[in-house]
T-cell receptor, first 114, second 116 residues
Framework: GNSVTQMEGPVTLSEEAFLTINCTYT??????LFWYVQYPGEGLQLLLK?????DKGSNKGFEATYRKETTSFHLEKGSVQVSDSAVYFC?????????????FGTGTRLKVLA | GAVVSQHPSWVICKSGTSVKIECRSL??????MFWYRQFPKQSLMLMAT?????????EQGVEKDKFLINHASLTLSTLTVTSAHPEDSSFYIC????????????FGPGTRLTVL
């Protein structure tokens, strides 16, 4: 079945450090891939998405490239800020599954220190 | 655009009572809505998928008689936790999708339920 694997957290970085959060997936068909961010006590906000192989999603300095050959969608940011501290979820939606349900990774907590 | 609201944002109730949570799509019609449950520091667990005008489809292990879902209109879905107990305390998040060809979900801000 479909699945998403994220790197374990928490990840603690200093401000302006480079961020990578790994995400790999297993899916039948051609899934769409998403990164969501959740701030404390809040719901999920879409950070970026990619719908086909080699697509690069980007937003607010974050980027992720849909790599079909390695079944990966790693999240990167060149210079993190304290305000980026949150939990990040990788997710996939397989349009060929007939249900469009999301499969979420376990989430990676990021803490950025000033 | 694509805003989803939830009400209430938090609720405290006594054990044995029922609680209703509303999920509304404010600026679009949601053919499908999803209900998730999230335990502290954990990922989201899909509870059920509801399509407007039809019965919800529950995930394996979710008690349909305990978690009643109604999707009576294209902008409103409700989750009722019946005879709530402390173990039902959790963060409940809904999401909504427009038409089936668009597979992105838009999430509500969540409702924190505490059962005493």
């Amino acid at each position: 079945g479909n699945s998403v694997t994220q790197m374990e957290g928490p990840v603690t970085l200093s401000e302006e450090a480079f961020l990578t959060i790994n995400c790999t997936y297993t899916a039948t068909g051609y899934p769409s891939l998403f990164w969501y961010v959740q701030y404390p006590g809040e719901g999920l906000q879409l950070l970026l998405k990619a719908t086909k192989a080699d697509d690069k999603g980007s937003n607010k300095g974050f980027e992720a490239t849909y790599r079909k050959e390695t079944t990966s969608f790693h999240l990167e940011k060149g210079s993190v800020q304290v305000s980026d501290s949150a939990v990040y979820f990788c997710a996939l939606s397989d349009p060929n599954s007939g249900t469009y349900k999301y499969i979420f990774g376990t989430g990676t907590r990021l803490k950025v220190l000033a | 655009g694509a805003v989803v609201s939830q009400h209430p944002s938090w609720v405290i109730c006594k054990s044995g009572t029922s609680v209703k949570i509303e999920c509304r799509s404010l600026d679009f019609q949601a053919t499908t809505m999803f209900w998730y449950r999230q335990f502290p520091k954990q990922s989201l667990m899909l509870m059920a998928t509801s399509n407007e005008g039809s019965k919800a489809t529950y995930e394996q292990g979710v008690e349909k008689d305990k978690f009643l879902i109604n999707h009576a209109s294209l902008t409103l879905s409700t989750l009722t936790v019946t005879s709530a107990h402390p173990e039902d305390s959790s963060f409940y998040i809904c999401s909504a999708r427009t038409d089936p060809s668009y597979n992105e979900q838009f999430f509500g801000p969540g409702t924190r339920l505490t059962v005493l």
